[in-house]
Structure formats: structure tokens, C-alpha cells
């Protein structure tokens, strides 16, 4: 099996910058999709950014020129790079991801992780 852990959110002034990490582990043969989904209180989950093992990245347009997805295929790591941050970016910011590990094919969430941007 495997498992993906985020790094640590935080508090941000609007206009700022925060990078998020999530690290995926365990008995993994390949990961395909690596992404970032959020929650706003009340709402959807919503596709952030992905990014594929080639390397192609897809954003939604309210990130898109903002935000920054990239991956260490290496270390099995994925990286959200977010700038000029707004208030409506305040979320919980899930990684996901799917990996192929010995448990066959599946789509692994992590925990979650706050960001909180203040106006």
C-alpha cells in the first residue's frame, strides 16, 4: 500500500506566497497523476492543479499564472507553489494521487492541510 503526507499549511497575508510538499510512501512501483484538490468550508472539493508522470500540469483558471504544480518522480514528491495569494484561496489543500503499488491501482488521498490567506 501506500500513503501521501502534506506538509503543513499556514497563515498568509493576501499577495503572499506558500509552497506545499506532499510525499507519497510505501511499497510504490509508479505514480501517475499527481494533483492538489481544496475544500472551502461548505463547498465542493475542486481540482487545484495536476500533473502527470510526463510532466504535463492542467490548473483551474482561478489558479492558473498564480499557482505552480511540479514533481520529483525521484523522491515521489509533488509541490504546490502558490503566489499572490487571495482570500478566497482559504482552503483545505488535499494531494492526491494515483499510485500503483502492490495493492494494485488506486487513487490515495492525504490528510489535508490548511491555508489560510488573510485580506
Known amino acids: 500500500h501506500a500513503q501521501l503526507v502534506e506538509s503543513v499549511g499556514g497563515l498568509v497575508q493576501a499577495g503572499g506566497s506558500l509552497i506545499l510538499s506532499c510525499a507519497a510512501s510505501g511499497n510504490i512501483f509508479s505514480i501517475n497523476v499527481l494533483g492538489w484538490y481544496r475544500q472551502a468550508p461548505g463547498k465542493q472539493p475542486d481540482l487545484v492543479a495536476a500533473?502527470?508522470?510526463?510532466?504535463?500540469?492542467n490548473y483551474a483558471d482561478s489558479v492558473q499564472d498564480r499557482f505552480a504544480i511540479s514533481r520529483d518522480n525521484a523522491k515521489n514528491m509533488v509541490y504546490l507553489q502558490m503566489s499572490s495569494l487571495k482570500p478566497e484561496d482559504t482552503a483545505v489543500y488535499y494531494c492526491?494521487?494515483?499510485?500503483?503499488?502492490?495493492?494494485?491501482?488506486?487513487?490515495?488521498w492525504g490528510q489535508g492541510t490548511q491555508v489560510t490567506v488573510s485580506s
Open positions: 492526491n494521487a494515483y499510485i500503483y503499488s502492490a495493492a494494485g491501482l488506486r487513487h490515495y
Open positions: 500533473m502527470s508522470s510526463a510532466g504535463s500540469a
